[in-house]
């Protein structure tokens, strides 16, 4: 006669327990995006960041301060905040520099963002938005930039660096404002120059793609 346990038998072999597979692997977080918080305030912005004035002389912006806030709106004009928002913007640093000279200075603010994309996206619109107005001006009292108003900046520049922008905005040291007559586009020239070497610090692995503006 046919055993009785047949059936149940048939159906401990069927429902045998499969082999583990293999867990997924962990998803390892972007360290580049991350430096804007992790790396000390002094390492994104150095003491001096070197320059080639028109007649390729070497000389060095000092740095004169760095801002201690943080926040995308403290940073940006208030037209390009809505901009940041949408684009998930973590974070606005700005330190100001002196030219050598101490005629002209130099904000130069650091837009961090969750990746590439959103840095893209928001320095494509800035080149409509005017980049020469773009990040506030950033004074210090009883320093060569206690006069550089918002109203005084001059020229901008842009580079996006992985899921940073950096965008530097130049002016008179004297707060001349723009408003009061063309300026000489020579004398801000190194405001590209700062520029590249502080998104080259954050990014220096990867291409860096850089825009130029002059002030409407």
Do not use: M, N
């Not at 002016?171 to 590249?196: H, K, M, N």
């Amino acid at each position: 006669p046919r055993s009785t346990l047949f059936p149940y038998t048939t159906l401990f072999r069927s429902h045998a327990p499969r082999p583990p597979r293999p867990a997924p692997a962990p998803v390892r977080a972007d360290p580049i995006s991350s430096r804007w918080h992790s790396w000390r305030a002094g390492r994104i912005f150095p003491a001096q960041l070197r320059y080639s004035t028109a007649l390729l002389v070497p000389q060095a912006a000092h740095r004169i301060g760095i801002s201690p806030a943080d926040s995308c709106a403290s940073a940006l004009a208030p037209r390009l905040r809505p901009a940041a928002i949408l684009l998930h913007c973590q974070a606005g640093l700005r330190a100001t520099y002196a030219d050598q000279q101490l005629g002209v200075v130099y904000t130069v603010g650091v837009l961090a963002f969750p990746g590439p994309g959103q840095a893209r996206a928001f320095l494509a619109g800035l080149t409509k938005a005017g980049r020469a107005t773009s990040v506030r001006a950033l004074a210090f009292r009883a320093t060569a930039s206690a006069r550089f108003t918002d109203a005084a900046r001059q020229q901008g520049q842009a580079r996006q660096a992985g899921p940073f922008v950096v965008i530097t905005v130049a002016g008179y040291a004297d707060g001349r404002p723009a408003s009061a007559g063309p300026a000489q586009q020579a004398a801000f020239a190194p405001a590209a120059q700062l520029t590249g070497q502080v998104a080259r610090r954050l990014r220096s692995e990867e291409h860096t793609s850089e825009l130029q503006s002059h002030h409407d």
